[in-house]
């Protein structure tokens, strides 16, 4: 009788007894081993694929981020160049864990900080974001981890919340400040001189170390970081260089590029600058994804005599334009993507006269007859949960089980029945951020009156 090729064997099957190897079962027995030798019972020791997110105020936000959410438990670069809106979105990012119950810290390693218009952002809640300064990169390290070390401990606590809080820690910038022997060699000699690169070292080895610290709680971490633009002398040719060294590409799970268009227009009762934002690096989704958002600010009297600066992401016109228009991506894009868009759902625009542009939609209930602003057609989008779950695979938005505030997040780990339920969660977490939104509101010395558009 002749060997029996590789290909005629039975890899299933033991060839002694006969018997089925149950492959799964073994595998889950070598995971329990490993978890009761690592002391780490409760969760897998390896790679953990469920991934839980933050919910987000729109459709845009969720299209450059290529997910239903902005995925826990992860560290993220928001780059550009000077003037692009950065320190501002990782506010904004914070903003977005104080509307489902949490916070931010942020270590200010910069020395150019912006505290109105980052309070205007979180609209003057000032307990939402906690600051500190920092004057080198070991101190920005060491109040990072230890923050959250502390954070951590204290949640764990008998009377305290455990993990059902998240929390974001933010540093501007990562490469803002020298490491403690550069900054001692200034000091000392009076100037700077040419020495190795320890920050990006510095940096490196911490981003090798703390997205382990961050892992199975619903906690961020948000790095700004500078955009050099530099030109080649021969070829005329743009190059845009992240510093801090290559290994600050690999341990971000995201890397989102900012960059201001043109001038900040100005209107009658407020300014807007329009940002460009787009993925240089995702691990959860496509790279390249692009929309374009405007950044509103304007100054409002919130107690007699007392003028503060006020302002806004406008995530849900972005949301509009870029599914009506295709505002953002390239005209070779709109032609392949818009028709399957329109296919799900229709959106028209029209003129307003001084209103400006007005927009409507048959299947969000919104006739031509009631256009109204992409602002508003925005909002109502956000309630058509059927729509956003037919866009999404269209437009790459991954979907994910939704953070639950109040519920402890590691339980959640092992837990895929709510991706099942993603229509009413993504309901339930819109209606929470809107309640969320308006009790913000009170928070100032009047309610925040946001201007209408004008041409």
Not at 88 to 107: I, N, V, Y
Not at 388 to 400: A, C, D, H, K, T
Not at 436 to 447: F, I, M, N, S, V
Request: a negative charge; aromatic letters at 8%; one cysteine or more.
């Amino acid at each position: 009788m002749g060997r029996k090729k590789a290909a005629d064997v039975d890899l299933t099957i033991d060839p002694d007894t006969g018997d089925t190897i149950k492959v799964d079962d073994i595998m889950d027995i070598v995971e329990t081993d490993s978890e009761t030798y690592m002391g780490k019972k409760g969760h897998l020791v390896g790679h953990e694929s469920l991934i839980h997110v933050l919910p987000v105020p729109a459709l845009s936000c969720r299209i450059v981020l290529q997910n239903e959410g902005l995925p826990l438990s992860r560290c993220y670069q928001l780059v550009g160049p000077a003037g692009s809106y950065k320190s501002t979105m990782a506010a904004e990012w914070a903003r977005w864990h104080r509307l489902s119950g949490g916070g931010g810290f942020l270590k200010e390693a910069e020395t150019k900080p912006t505290p109105d218009l980052r309070n205007s952002v979180i609209n003057w809640d000032t307990q939402a974001i906690r600051v500190t300064d920092c004057d080198t990169t070991e101190e920005w390290q060491t109040k990072t981890t230890k923050d959250t070390q502390f954070l951590q401990k204290r949640l764990e606590q008998k009377d305290m919340p455990g993990r059902t809080i998240p929390f974001c820690m933010i540093v501007d910038s990562l490469t803002g400040k020298p490491s403690e022997r550069t900054r001692k060699n200034i000091l000392e000699t009076g100037h700077a001189s040419p020495h190795f690169a320890i920050e990006a070292q510095l940096i490196s080895d911490w981003l090798k170390a703390f997205p382990g610290v961050i892992r199975d709680w619903p906690f961020t971490f948000i790095g700004v970081n500078h955009l050099k633009v530099n030109r080649d002398p021969l070829t005329g040719d743009i190059d845009y260089q992240v510093p801090g060294g290559q290994a600050l590409k690999f341990h971000c799970a995201a890397i989102i590029e900012l960059n201001r268009l043109g001038k900040i227009k100005e209107y009658a009762t407020y300014k807007a600058a329009t940002i460009s934002m787009r993925t240089i690096k995702n691990s959860y989704g496509t790279d390249d994804a692009r929309i374009c958002v405007r950044f509103k600010t304007w100054l409002q009297e919130d107690a007699p005599g007392v003028h503060r600066l006020h302002s806004r992401f406008e995530w849900w016109e972005a949301s509009v334009l870029f599914l009506c228009d295709g505002y953002g991506i390239s005209a070779a894009k709109q032609k392949t993507l818009l028709p399957k868009v329109h296919e799900v759902c229709d959106f028209h625009s029209k003129s307003g006269g001084s209103a400006g542009k007005l927009y409507w939609s048959k299947r969000l209930g919104v006739p031509s007859s009631d256009a109204m602003p992409p602002h508003d057609l925005g909002l109502e989008l956000e309630k058509h949960i059927d729509v956003l779950s037919e866009l999404y695979p269209i437009l790459g938005v991954q979907r994910r089980p939704f953070f639950e505030p109040g519920v402890c997040f590691q339980s959640k780990l092992a837990d895929y029945a709510h991706v099942t339920q993603q229509a009413e969660a993504a309901m339930l977490a819109t209606e929470r951020a809107q309640e969320l939104q308006e009790a913000a509101a009170g928070l100032g010395a009047t309610d925040v009156v946001i201007p209408t558009e004008e041409k």
